[in-house]
């Protein structure tokens, strides 16, 4: 495990080299980017505003990238991810109906073991019982 003394180390060496000039200069350019925000003069000329307007333009390009990735990427993802969810029912219905039918199929003693009956209709029955795949042969 690194000791403290190399991570404050780590640390500094970062630190200095974000204050240095390069990076400075490319951060300033980065953030400076104003294409239609108003030119500031006078007294509304300083620091609070000239950032204020840069996080403006960032949050407007960057609002407008997530509304292009919703309308084009999510979008079509989403079409396309229902075809397949429609078309792998399809598939397994078709392969249902090979089957045999739900009274000749075997009964396995895992399966409905009840203990005693359920409060609800005849007792048999699940909430999600479905009569089209569920069947339970009577002793």
């Given at each position: 495990?690194?000791?403290?003394?190399?991570?404050?180390?780590?640390?500094?060496?970062?630190?200095?080299?974000?204050r240095?000039?390069?990076?400075?200069?490319?951060?300033?350019?980065?953030?400076?980017?104003?294409?239609?925000?108003?030119?500031?003069?006078?007294a509304?000329?300083?620091?609070?505003?000239?950032?204020?307007?840069?996080?403006?333009?960032?949050?407007?390009?960057?609002?407008?990238?997530?509304?292009?990735?919703?309308?084009?990427?999510?979008?079509?993802?989403?079409?396309?991810?229902?075809?397949n969810?429609?078309?792998?029912?399809?598939?397994?219905?078709?392969?249902?109906?090979?089957?045999?039918?739900?009274?000749?199929?075997?009964?396995?003693?895992?399966?409905?073991?009840?203990?005693?009956?359920?409060?609800?209709?005849?007792?048999?029955?699940?909430?999600?019982w479905?009569?089209?795949?569920?069947?339970?042969?009577?002793?």
């Amino acid at each position: 495990m690194p000791s403290q003394r190399s991570l404050l180390g780590v640390s500094q060496r970062c630190a200095r080299q974000l204050r240095s000039p390069v990076m400075r200069s490319s951060l300033q350019r980065r953030l400076a980017s104003s294409h239609n925000l108003p030119k500031l003069e006078g007294a509304e000329d300083n620091a609070f505003n000239r950032e204020r307007q840069a996080i403006k333009a960032h949050a407007a390009a960057t609002s407008d990238l997530w509304r292009k990735l919703s309308i084009y990427v999510v979008i079509p993802a989403i079409v396309i991810a229902s075809i397949n969810a429609y078309n792998l029912w399809n598939e397994h219905w078709e392969h249902w109906a090979h089957e045999p039918p739900l009274e000749e199929r075997p009964e396995y003693p895992y399966m409905n073991v009840r203990t005693k009956n359920f409060f609800w209709g005849d007792g048999d029955k699940t909430l999600f019982w479905n009569d089209k795949v569920n069947y339970h042969h009577k002793d």
